[in-house]
């Protein structure tokens, strides 16, 4: 039986500042310098256009609308919610297949709200046993990366996903998954966690 991943956090304080103007000797120069940030992104893309995600936050459930949890077949998966959830607030779903195995397949989205966004992750991302760029999800900046479980080398062979979607520069929202042998996406967990993300990011657009 596969159980809930274990959300982790880092925590990077960060300052922007912004580049005057020169003059030079004898003449006024009124032409400004670009605007530049001092904020390290440690190689992270920045977001550029950041979602307002307060009101999902008190409401980290609302993420998934109906016809979204059908599309992705979790009608029957219970749910719940988790506002003091390691990292931020959390919505998990929780199916368990039938017999012979009874095994259990999580999802979770979470606002990682105690985290740096994207720049967090990729601070960290030689900590983890797996870590993959991705194409933007909706038009953000995404990443997979995580630990695995014991004796697992890829998250296919875990049947194991995290991927990290940056909405703004300082937040990110995580969607993990954890398949049980049972599951029909067992063999593609990070496909899995995106189509969640991308629905995740669908409705976060459209509330923002």
């Given at each position: 039986m596969r159980h809930k991943l274990a959300l982790t956090s880092a925590a990077l304080s960060a300052v922007a500042l912004l580049a005057g103007c020169g003059s030079g000797a004898g003449t006024t120069d009124t032409s400004?310098?670009?605007a530049t940030?001092?904020?390290n992104m440690h190689g992270a893309?920045?977001?550029?256009?950041?979602?307002?995600?307060?009101?999902?936050q008190q409401k980290p459930c609302s993420v998934l609308e109906s016809?979204?949890?059908?599309?992705?077949?979790?009608?029957?998966w219970e749910v719940e919610q988790e506002m003091d959830a390691v990292g931020g607030p959390k919505c998990g779903w929780t199916y368990m297949g039938g017999p012979p195995d009874y095994t259990v397949s999580n999802t979770g989205v979470t606002f990682m709200a105690k985290g740096t966004g994207l720049k967090g992750v990729y601070q960290r991302k030689d900590a983890f046993e797996?870590?993959?760029e991705l194409k933007p999800v909706e038009g953000f900046p995404a990443v997979a990366?995580?630990?695995?479980?014991p004796q697992t080398?890829?998250?296919e062979e875990a049947g194991e996903c995290d991927i990290h979607v940056g909405v703004t520069d300082d937040l990110a929202v995580t969607t993990q998954?954890?398949?049980?042998?049972?599951?029909p996406y067992a063999g593609d967990p990070c496909g899995r966690a995106r189509d969640v993300a991308t629905e995740v990011v669908k409705t976060l657009k459209a509330g923002a």
């Amino acid at each position: 039986m596969r159980h809930k991943l274990a959300l982790t956090s880092a925590a990077l304080s960060a300052v922007a500042l912004l580049a005057g103007c020169g003059s030079g000797a004898g003449t006024t120069d009124t032409s400004e310098q670009p605007a530049t940030s001092s904020v390290n992104m440690h190689g992270a893309p920045e977001v550029q256009n950041p979602l307002d995600t307060e009101a999902f936050q008190q409401k980290p459930c609302s993420v998934l609308e109906s016809d979204q949890i059908n599309a992705l077949d979790m009608q029957q998966w219970e749910v719940e919610q988790e506002m003091d959830a390691v990292g931020g607030p959390k919505c998990g779903w929780t199916y368990m297949g039938g017999p012979p195995d009874y095994t259990v397949s999580n999802t979770g989205v979470t606002f990682m709200a105690k985290g740096t966004g994207l720049k967090g992750v990729y601070q960290r991302k030689d900590a983890f046993e797996y870590f993959r760029e991705l194409k933007p999800v909706e038009g953000f900046p995404a990443v997979a990366g995580a630990s695995l479980a014991p004796q697992t080398s890829t998250p296919e062979e875990a049947g194991e996903c995290d991927i990290h979607v940056g909405v703004t520069d300082d937040l990110a929202v995580t969607t993990q998954v954890s398949l049980g042998e049972g599951s029909p996406y067992a063999g593609d967990p990070c496909g899995r966690a995106r189509d969640v993300a991308t629905e995740v990011v669908k409705t976060l657009k459209a509330g923002a």
